[in-house]
C-alpha cells in the first residue's frame, strides 16, 4: 500500500506498478527475515548444523536489499539489469527457502524465513513474467 | 508484527524488543521512501531545486538501510555501535525530513517520505531512550 | 592483493580465486566511483543532463556492492546466484559506462566512473567464462 | 589515489578531501574484509567458538559500507549525520577488530580482518577530529 502509493508518485510510473510495488515489498522483507534469521542460527545450540544456513540467508539478503533499491527506481530504468537481477533474487530465495524449509520444524525464525522467501521467490517470478 | 514474530524467535531475544521491532520497521520503511523519492525527484521538471533533496534523500536511504541490519542483529549486541547509528539515522531522518517537508505541498513523494522519516525518526528515538 | 590474501584465508578457497578476487575488488571499486559520480553530478550546472547520469549511476552502485558481497562469500556458494548477478553486474557497468563515456569530455568524474565501470564489466565477464 | 582523484572531481569539493578519501578507502576495504572474515569463520571447524566473530564481523561490514557511501558524498553534506556514522564505525571497527585479534593466531582471516579494522578505525578517528 504504501510502497504502490510511492511508486505512483513518481512523475512518470512504470508499467506493472501493482507488480513492481509487490517485488519491492516482498524484496525488503525478506531481506530483515535472512538478516534476523542469520542471527538466530548463529546463537542456536546446534550452529555447526546452521552454517549453510546462515551463509544462504547471508547471500539471500543482500540480493533482495539490492533488488527492493534498483526496482525503486523508474527513471532511466535498465530492463536487462532488472531482469538478471531478478533471476539472481529468484534463484536466492529458492535456495534460501528450501535451506530454512529443513529446519522450519525446529527453529521458528527458519519457519518465517522459508515463508518470507517463497512470498519474494513468487513476486519476483510475477514481475519477471510481465518484463520478460 | 512480522519483524517482531522474527525477533522474538531468537534464542535469546533483547530485552525491549517490541520498540527494537518498532525501529527496524521504521527504518526498512524509511529506506524504501528515501530511494524512491531521490528517484522521483531525479524526473522532476523542476531538478534544479530538488538537488538538495536528492542528496539528503541518498544518504538517509544509506543509513536507515544500515541502521535496520544492525538492529535486526540480538546475538552479541555491541550497545554503544547501535547507539551511535541510531543517533546517526535520527539526524539523517530529521535532514531529510525537514528537507522534504519543503516540497511536500507540490511533491506527493517528499509528502510520503518526510512521513517516513518521521515515523523513523521517532521510533529511534523510543529505542534510544531505553538503550541510554 | 589483499582481497586476494583475504580469500585463499578461507578454509575451503573456491577455485579460480584470482578471477574471484579480482572481481571482488573490481565491484567494490566501481561501487564508490558510481557514488561518487552521482554526487558530483547532482551538483553539476547541467544537472538537467545528468538526469540519466545520476540514475544508472545509482543502480550500478547498488548491483557492484551486492555483488561485491555475494562473491567474497566461499562457504556454500550458490553459483546460480552469483551467475545471474554477474550478469547483471556486466549489464548495470555497461550502460553506466556507456552513460559516463558521453560525459566524460567535460566531466572528470564521468570519466573516471566510465572506467571503473569498464574494469567491473571486464573482470565479471572473465569471471563468468570460468562459471558458465 | 583513485578515490582521492574521484572526490577532487566533485564541482565543490569538500575540506579535509585527503582524510575523507583515506576514510573512504579504509571503509570499503574493512568492509569487505568483515564479510570475508564472516564467511570463512562460518567454514572453520571451531565455528562454536567464532559466533561472537561471525555477528561483529557483520555489523562492522554493514556500518562501514554505509559509512564509505555517505562520506563518498560532498553535494549537501550533513555534518551530523557524518559524525555519527564514524562514531559508530570507529565502535565497530574497535570491537570488531579486539574480537578478531583474540584469533588472529589460528585464523588467518581474523589477522587480516582486525588489520583491517585498526585501519579503519584510524582513518575514521582522524576525520573525526577535524570535523569535531
Redesign the interface.
Known sequence: M??A???A????PAPHADLLAAA?EAA??C???C??????C????D??DM??C???D??C???C??T???L?????P?E??AR??L??CV??CS?CGDECAQHAGH???CR??AE?CRRCADACRALLEVLA
Open positions: 504504501t510502497v502509493a510511492r511508486l508518485a513518481h512523475p512518470a519491492v525488503l522483507d531481506s530483515q527475515a538478516t534476523a534469521c542469520a542471527d538466530a548463529l546463537s542456536e545450540a550452529v555447526e552454517r549453510r546462515v551463509s544462504t547471508l547471500t539478503a543482500d540480493v536489499a539490492a527492493a533499491r534498483v525503486s527506481r523508474q527513471s532511466a535498465l536487462d539489469v538478471a537481477l533471476v539472481a534463484a536466492a535456495a527453529h521458528e525464525h518465517l524465513c518470507a
